[in-house]
Structures are given as structure tokens and as C-alpha cells.
């Protein structure tokens, strides 16, 4: 379905991640070690589901002819007491859609695929690979 790998660099918490033909960074804020040159993994976490989200409604408003126009969704991630993480998704277009509409949009949004991943959660199993020597 998808893979990615990660390749460390020699300064500090700084990786190349490799998803398809694209190359992206990762990093961890200077507040905590890293250099600030990408986002942190939880940025990479509400990305994800930024772009599942926006993706999942254009292609929804299309199929129904509606106009979403400049659309955007904002995502916030918290942690409660307990540790256990929230996410509050607040949507956004500069269309005037009909309260109908928008009830519809944000039944769709509910179930869009990493929304589900997410809330499900996933099986993580890890091994050890060959070790390579340059």
C-alpha cells in the first residue's frame, strides 16, 4: 500500500525520509535537541491527516458539484491529563455552503481513510535488519 524509509544525517536528530520518488525532512524543534530544519514526527502525524482530509472533501464536493473554493482545514494536536492524545479539526472554505452541506462534509470528514487509521490504530511489529557496513 505505502512504505517510506529513513536515513539518519550526522547532525543530530535530522533525517531524510524517502515516501515514493519524494524526499522529505525530519527534525525536532532546538527547545528539544534538533536543529529546527523539518518537522517534528507529530507535524508529519497531523499532515496526514490534513491531506487525507482536504483530498477526501474535494473529491466528495466534486462528485456532488459543489463549489469548495479556497478550502482549508486546521488541525490542533493535544495531550489531556492522562496522556492521551486529541485532535480538533476545525474546516474552512470561502464558499457560502448551505448548513446542509456542511453537516454532510463534516459526516464525510469523520470517515475519511487516515481518520479511520487513526482512530483504530494499527498493528506495529519491528525487526531487525541485515547491518550494512560503507
Known amino acids: 500500500m505505502s512504505s517510506a524509509t529513513i536515513d539518519s544525517t550526522d547532525s543530530n536528530y535530522l533525517h531524510h525520509i524517502h515516501a515514493g520518488h519524494?524526499?522529505?525532512?525530519?527534525?525536532?524543534?532546538?527547545?528539544?535537541?534538533?536543529?529546527?530544519?523539518?518537522?517534528?514526527?507529530?507535524?508529519?502525524?497531523?499532515?496526514?491527516?490534513?491531506?487525507?482530509?482536504?483530498?477526501?472533501?474535494?473529491?466528495y464536493a466534486q462528485r456532488k458539484g459543489w463549489n469548495l473554493g479556497a478550502f482549508r482545514a486546521e488541525l490542533e494536536l493535544t495531550r489531556d491529563d492522562d496522556g492521551k492524545l486529541h485532535v480538533q479539526r476545525t474546516l474552512h472554505s470561502d464558499q457560502p455552503l448551505s448548513d446542509e452541506q456542511w453537516q454532510r462534509l463534516l459526516e464525510i470528514v469523520a470517515n475519511t481513510p487516515v481518520t479511520k487509521a487513526m482512530r483504530e490504530g494499527a498493528t506495529i511489529e519491528s525487526r531487525r535488519g541485515n547491518t550494512t557496513t560503507g
Open 22 to 59: 519524494f524526499v522529505m525532512d525530519t527534525d525536532e524543534p532546538v527547545k528539544l535537541g534538533g536543529q529546527g530544519e523539518g518537522p517534528a514526527p507529530f507535524d508529519y502525524y497531523l499532515a496526514s491527516l490534513a491531506a487525507c482530509t482536504a483530498i477526501t472533501l474535494r473529491m
